[in-house]
């Protein structure tokens, strides 16, 4: 190897100096918008297949109707729920999944979240995994956002960034691209909080599925896919 011959960078380090130039590019981003860690988990089953803009009209609506809670969500009329969530789209299976898990909340654990996102990660992990509706990247931002656990969150936007950065191959299972950065980051709630939310923001403002603004992006120098 000649002495000019740059050696690719650690993946740890890598990703860390990824999230400080995104940082320091858009700022803290103090994510996840909600009054109450209850709030948190309506609006991750909300948000599943549609935008947060529709998420926010639905939980106003539930305000409006104080029924953000555990308790006012199970005994709420199914159809009176359906309408009030109407706004986030497939309101009939969102409906469905807030009232049995508010159900389960109350019945098996007297309302509190934090007793049920208690215990070894991997066992809160796969009790959410076990209701309805709750797939990982729902499961992973009751976790880290409701509850304040360690449980990196994975979504399209993390897959479209760093499969164009060269950091995934693509196709790659979820629990795969999951372990690649919970193996390589340090252990640390705020961090993964941050870096979710900054990944979120570099999609929606840059690295767009279609017609990206590689012109924009602080960090296209890294992209191969960069125009």
Known sequence: MSPTTTMPK??????LCLYRTLLDHFGPLNWWPADSPFEVVIG??????TAWTNVERAIDNLKEEQTLSPERLSKIPIDQLEELIKPSGFFRQKANRLQSLSRYLVTEWQSNLNDFCSGPLDEARNRLLA??????ETADSILLYAAGRPSFVVDAYTRRIFERIGVLCGG???AEVRQI?????PEDVALYNEYHALIVQLAKACCRKRKPLCNKCPICKLCRFAT
């Open 10 to 15: 650690p993946l740890e380090t890598e990703l």
């Open 181 to 185: 950065f919970m193996q390589a980051l």
């Open 172 to 174: 790659e299972a979820y």
């Open 44 to 49: 991750a089953i909300l948000t599943q297949n």
């Open 131 to 136: 209701r309805p509706g709750i797939g990982p």
